[in-house]
């Protein structure tokens, strides 16, 4: 920012800088999640402003009644004094089945539909299991950008991980790409999220048909993440038993893992439960490897008798009856899961018009063709400042966002901003921070 333009930020400059120095913070635009969050919160604490806040991915609604309601009926009924199956009880399992049924057209045993504490310990415990099948195949692929949590999971288990950021290889191109790193042997799976945890991309058929061709051709298990699961607003999935359906790789190979969050769809955070769904064939698929750690060597019962059971023996009891009624709610089409996050797109759609008004490009801006989706992230960069440069600059505007860099994308120009937590009647301070932004560093 020019000097002259220090008398004119939305927050006032010597406070920011003040605050800023008091954290001990080297940089802001390299600092983490929470650092950003904690800076944040003193300033406003300090100035009495309130700050556009898109630093966090954490969702900004209330649950519907029918899940708190189960889950306190059952808490009435005296679940929290029993242990609950550890692959979860028969009510739960049964409604998953039949969700991934009814949303994504695709057949899973109840056996193999798993509750999990939250989707992280699923994808904990999948790396755990998978990275364990066949010795020769020790390393799992991540199509980036990505959520960093599943690479601190690797860190924290010892494990070897390879990412690529998928930026330059939609279409046809992924093949290719997928290929190289799939001839060398090592790959036992591969993670990505969609619709994607930062850029927002969703994959488009044909490329959900490259990654599950090849997943079949070189035995490598595609570990799904459907965190945001039938948010890419710009079809309707939310009719069950009726297409279209939620996309997935599960159409184009049977070696696939799904894990479906409840923490944004159903915004069920707190409750840290989600879904683990394995394909028939994986959940009896035998591996010589998994003997070495289980008593077993079929893919379903080390998971549950092994893995499941010696992280947390389960999941809670009375989330799980909570999620049970939601699930049969929305199976029974009493309950639109769909429409109460809507609200995530048509607040993105807004946003994204106001940065783009004020110079600002969206980064990952395309899925084949088509403009990317409105939902619950968009990633933004401004001509001639890289990420951490930008982050550092909208602070004194009253607006807070994360670098792309800490989730493996190469646009390291670019920022990550978060809808969630951004109320409609912030729009106005919005639109006057972006247009004071413009005027600033309009050469
Ligand atoms: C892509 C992705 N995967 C997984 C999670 C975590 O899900 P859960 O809260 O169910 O553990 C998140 C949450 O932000 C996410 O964005």
Redesign the pocket.
């Known amino acids: 920012m020019k000097d002259q333009f220090r008398k004119d930020t939305p927050i006032n400059y010597e406070d920011v800088v003040r605050q800023i120095s008091e954290m001990n913070l080297s940089s802001v635009g390299k600092a983490s999640i929470r650092e950003i969050k904690r800076l944040v919160d003193n300033i406003e604490r300090a100035t009495g402003e309130k700050y556009i806040r898109m630093e966090m ?1 954490i969702p900004g609604l209330l649950p519907s009644s029918i899940g708190t309601e189960a889950e306190i009926e059952a808490l009435r009924n005296g679940v929290a004094a029993i242990y609950p199956d550890i692959d979860g009880i028969p009510e739960l399992k049964k409604e998953i089945s039949r969700f991934v049924k009814n949303f994504m057209n695709i057949d899973v045993k109840p056996d193999a539909c798993i509750p999990t504490v ?4 699923g ?1 904990f415990a999948a790396f755990l299991t998978l990275s364990r099948m066949q010795p020769e195949k020790d390393t799992t692929l991540f199509i980036d950008p ?2 960093p ?2 690479k601190q999971q690797h860190k924290v288990l010892g494990q070897k991980f390879e990412s690529f950021d998928v930026y330059s290889y939609r279409g046809e191109k992924l093949r290719e790409k997928l290929e190289s790193y799939f001839k060398k042997g090592n790959i036992h799976s591969v993670l990505y ?1 969609n619709p994607n ?1 930062p850029s927002w991309i969703c994959f488009t058929e044909t490329e959900l048909k490259i990654i599950g061709e090849l997943a079949t051709q070189y035995d490598v298990v595609i570990c799904e ?1 459907l ?2 699961f039938g948010m890419d607003f710009r079809k309707d999935y939310s009719i069950p038993g009726v297409p279209p359906y939620q996309p997935s790789v599960a159409n184009y190979t049977e070696n696939f893992m799904l ?1 479906i ?4 769809v159903f915004s069920y ?1 707190g409750q ?1 439960i ?1 879904m683990m769904v394995i394909s028939n064939k994986l959940f009896n698929k035998k591996a010589q490897g998994l003997t070495k750690y289980y008593s077993s060597d079929l893919f379903g019962r080390a998971m549950i008798f092994g893995t499941v059971y010696a992280l947390s023996s389960g999941t809670a009891h009375s989330a799980q009856y909570a999620l049970a009624a939601m699930l049969k709610a929305a199976n029974d089409g009493r309950f639109n899961f769909v429409e109460e996050v809507k609200i995530y797109g048509e607040k993105a759609k807004i946003m994204k018009k106001l940065f783009l008004d004020a110079g600002f490009k969206i980064v990952y801006d395309a899925d084949g063709d088509v403009p990317i989706a409105d939902g619950f992230y968009f990633t933004i960069s401004y001509p001639g400042f890289t990420g951490e440069e930008l982050i550092e600059e909208l602070i004194f505007y009253g607006i807070s966002a994360i670098s792309l860099a800490i989730t493996g994308s190469e646009r390291t120009e670019g920022l990550r901003a978060c809808v969630s937590l951004v109320k409609p009647s912030q729009f106005p301070d919005l639109e006057a921070r972006l247009k004071k932004f413009k005027i600033h560093h309009s050469k």
Do not use: E, L, P, T
């Open positions: 991915g939250g989707s992280m310990q994808s990505g959520f949590v599943h999220s945890n993440d965190a945001y894990f969050s409840s923490s944004k955070a840290r989600g």
